[in-house]
């Protein structure tokens, strides 16, 4: 916040400022400073990729609390600056893969183009880097993605396969 305070227009402070509201558990204030960091530097796709994780958060409060409408809109939000991270940055990042999928599911898109997500972010190669792996929970949680998209496909085999895979991540 100091930095901010002498050099309002220095992007990589409101990102830095975003991430310690993050760990915080202060999501609003992480949007905020990730939104004001983009402004500053359109075409950061790391800004956009923690800022649709963060949107993503945000929404699932919100379906918590019962307000669908603007959930969804946030859903939105999120979807697009994770596909602009995805299709400009990085298409192999498990983390933005699986938040894609993520999306996907919450806001009902079809199961293959959702899986495909899924998919990516089990298979990516960057996903010891990226840290898919450094909690068994995001594995598990691609597995039961996948799980749901192949019930919802009539595909319960496959579904069966993937939410015991889930269950052994």
């Known amino acids: 916040e100091e930095a901010i305070a002498v050099h309002d227009d220095y992007a990589s ?8 509201r993050l760990n915080l558990g202060q999501t609003l204030g992480a949007i905020e400073s990730f939104t004001k ?8 796709g790391r800004v956009r990729h923690l800022l649709g994780g963060a949107i993503l958060s945000h929404a699932k409060d919100l379906l918590a609390k019962g307000d669908v409408s603007e959930a969804r809109n946030r859903l939105t939000q999120a979807k697009n600056h994770v596909d602009f991270f995805i299709e400009q940055v990085d298409a192999t990042d498990s ?13 009902g898109h079809d199961a293959k183009n959702s899986s495909r997500y899924c998919k990516a972010a089990l298979d990516a190669p960057s996903k010891t880097k990226t840290g898919l792996n450094d909690g068994l929970v995001n594995v598990a949680i691609a597995y039961n993605l996948l799980g749901i998209f ?14 015991q895979s889930g269950l052994e991540a």
């Open 13 to 20: 402070a409101h990102l830095n400022l975003g991430l310690a």
């Open 37 to 44: 960091s983009l402004s500053l530097n359109p075409s950061d």
């Open 95 to 107: 983390r933005a893969n699986l938040i894609r999928c993520e999306i996907g599911h919450l806001l």
């Open 150 to 163: 192949a019930k919802q496909a009539g595909h319960y085999s496959d579904a069966a396969d993937y939410f």
